[in-house]
T-cell receptor, first 114, second 114 residues
Framework: ETGVTQTPRHLVMGMTNKKSLKCEQHLGHNAMYWYKQSAKKPLELMFVYSLEERVENNSVPSRFSPECPNSSHLFLHLHTLQPEDSALYLC?????????????FGPGTRLTVL | AQSVTQPDIHITVSEGASLELRCNYSYGATPYLFWYVQSPGQGLQLLLKYFSGDTLVQGIKGFEAEFKRSQSSFNLRKPSVHWSDAAEYFCAVGAQANDYKLSFGAGTTVTVRA
């Protein structure tokens, strides 16, 4: 238990659906991250929020839309996804930005797009 | 930009035997180096990190890693593997301490046989 929870743990959706992934951290951290983990590929940083302000949008397609309503919650809204978007989506948080702050990861949401 | 190569996709080791996982990085200046472990169904957990100083770094769960600038390597070792060490291991490199961006390797899967 890392103090970072993600729901749902598994999600199957069609290409025309709209769904949202939720991440919650109970660590009092100020920075939160979304990563995409595809099979046998390096983790890809998608978005970073620091004090609820988006500081990174790593060339992610607009069909992925993040939202950070407060420092404890992070959402990833999904719409009109493609099959290649099937992956494990990991949320992480850290006390602040900066590599000296350890990132704590949630267990991920396994997304399958049909 | 920095990058990481983990040459071994899959390693099988007997319980009680030693383990070494290879990591090579590409970066012109002094890198910030990390090893993470991901157990099945879990998020990533930080094993150890190197920022500066002693090139032999001790981490959790009995792991250690050695930074060798001349070889651009940061190999992870454990003297005696336990069945619970079966997992996927990721090496990561960061460029600036005040940044948050990590470049991850594709991972090495470790199988432990009885």
């Amino acid at each position: 238990e890392t103090g970072v929870t993600q729901t749902p743990r598994h999600l199957v959706m069609g290409m025309t659906n709209k769904k949202s992934l939720k991440c919650e951290q109970h660590l009092g951290h100020n920075a939160m991250y979304w990563y995409k983990q595809s099979a046998k590929k390096p983790l890809e940083l998608m978005f970073v929020y620091s004090l609820e302000e988006r500081v990174e949008n790593n060339s992610v397609p607009s069909r992925f839309s993040p939202e950070c309503p407060n420092s404890s919650h992070l959402f990833l809204h999904l719409h009109t996804l493609q099959p290649e978007d099937s992956a494990l989506y990991l949320c992480a948080s850290s006390q602040d930005r900066g590599l000296w702050n350890e990132q704590f990861f949630g267990p991920g949401t396994r997304l399958t797009v049909l | 930009a920095q990058s990481v190569t983990q040459p071994d996709i899959h390693i099988t080791v007997s319980e009680g035997a030693s383990l070494e996982l290879r990591c090579n990085y590409s970066y012109g200046a002094t890198p910030y180096l990390f090893w993470y472990v991901q157990s099945p169904g879990q998020g990533l957990q930080l094993l150890l990190k190197y920022f500066s100083g002693d090139t032999l770094v001790q981490g959790i769960k009995g792991f250690e890693a050695e930074f060798k600038r001349s070889q651009s390597s940061f190999n992870l070792r454990k003297p005696s593997v336990h069945w619970s060490d079966a997992a996927e291991y990721f090496c990561a490199v960061g460029a600036q301490a005040n940044d948050y961006k990590l470049s991850f390797g594709a991972g090495t899967t470790v199988t432990v046989r009885a």
